[in-house]
């Protein structure tokens, strides 16, 4: 049982950047695999980046290597995504993931945060 709060959304005009924070309860948030997704208005939930438990293991959508970036910080039960060189097409609702089982697969995630907006100004 993960409870999971998203912060760091809001208005960027294109080439700029946002970093988004994810804060999860519970003493456990080193055995979950993190992960961000994202929902652009009229289409489904996107996978985005994931993290292992340790950190060592990362994953990105081929539409945002090199320019997202995922971290987490244990200690402080919290998961970061760094987004740097923002487009119009990245405006959507982003969103927090827990998973108790290794997956890139929003269906395998069992927990998730309330969302955050991203709006990208062209």
């Known amino acids: 049982q993960v409870q999971l709060v998203e912060s760091g959304g809001g208005l960027v005009q294109a080439g700029g950047s946002l970093r988004l924070s994810c804060a999860a309860s519970?003493?456990?948030?080193?055995?979950?695999?993190m992960g961000w997704f994202r929902q652009a208005p009229g289409k489904g939930r996107e996978f985005v980046a994931t993290?292992?438990?340790?950190?060592?293991?990362?994953n990105y959508a081929d539409s945002v290597k090199g320019r997202f970036t995922i971290s987490r910080v244990n200690a402080k039960n919290t998961v970061n995504l760094a987004m740097n060189s923002l487009k119009r097409e990245n405006t959507a609702v982003c969103y927090c993931?827990?998973?108790?089982?290794?997956?890139?697969?929003?269906?395998?995630?069992?927990?998730w945060g309330q969302g955050t907006q991203i709006t990208v100004s062209s």
């Open positions: 519970g003493r456990t948030f080193s055995n979950y695999v």
């Open positions: 993290i292992s438990g340790s950190g060592r293991t990362i």
């Open positions: 993931a827990a998973s108790s089982g290794y997956t890139l697969r929003a269906g395998g995630f069992e927990y």
